[in-house]
């Protein structure tokens, strides 16, 4: 069956780091642009960043971009999401997501553009 399974989350002080990883499966890992999305209590699900299939692109949300650092492994069938300089404002679930096409007009932020999902990651930043 296809998965996308995160790790790598849990609790660090602010100006922290975090890796996480998404372990992909059951399906064509490469033929995917893969996102990374977040969701904190009361809020919407927010695109964080996303990385096209072969790593040829990559693409943040305003307030993520210097600090956290997208990247793939296609041969290991894996993406990931390097974070520093953590602040509270990142806490959230995290997900990664794959998309292997997209709709004319569509953005890599939009959730709808997604065929696939993972179970999410706590990331919770707080001294």
């Known amino acids: 069956q296809v998965q996308l399974v995160e790790s790598g989350g849990g609790l660090v002080q602010p100006g922290g780091s975090l890796r996480l990883s998404c372990e992909a499966s059951?399906?064509?890992?490469?033929?995917?642009?893969i996102g990374w999305f977040r969701q904190a209590p009361g809020k919407e699900r927010e695109g964080v960043s996303c990385?096209?299939?072969?790593?040829?692109?990559?693409y943040y949300e305003d307030s993520v971009r210097g600090r956290f650092r997208i990247s793939r492994d296609n041969v290991k069938n894996t993406a990931y999401l390097q974070m520093n300089n953590l602040t509270p404002e990142d806490t959230a679930v995290y997900y990664c997501?794959?998309?292997?096409?997209?709709?004319?007009?569509?953005?890599?932020?939009?959730?709808?553009?997604?065929?696939?999902w993972g179970q999410g990651t706590q990331v919770t930043v707080s001294s």
């Open positions: 997501a794959a998309a292997e096409g997209w709709k004319n007009g569509a953005r890599w932020y939009h959730t709808t553009e997604y065929d696939y």
């Open positions: 059951g399906f064509t890992f490469d033929s995917y642009d």
């Open positions: 990385i096209t299939r072969r790593g040829g692109a990559v």
